[in-house]
């Protein structure tokens, strides 16, 4: 499911480049991932990928008080 919405919010933010800024349409920019996992371009700059955006979820708790209903 979050992964889903991940997904989702990913290809939301793709369309906007596309249209607000005229990024070509290339669905490696915007892309839901692990940045733990040093996703890179392998061209020496540590694994940082400087080309492309990638959403992560940080923190995620579950809210006991809504699991009982």
Do not use: C, W
């Not at 990913?10 to 349409?25: D, K, L, S, T, W």
């Not at 020496?44 to 400087?50: D, I, L, P, Y």
């Amino acid at each position: 499911m979050i992964s889903h919405a991940l997904t989702v919010v990913a290809n939301e933010i793709q369309r906007h480049f596309i249209e607000a800024y005229a990024v070509p349409a290339n669905p490696s920019v915007v892309a839901p991932g692990n940045i733990a996992e040093g996703i890179g371009t392998g061209s020496g700059n540590g694994g940082v990928a400087r080309d492309m955006l990638i959403l992560s979820v940080v923190n995620l708790r579950e809210e006991k008080a809504l699991r009982n209903l």
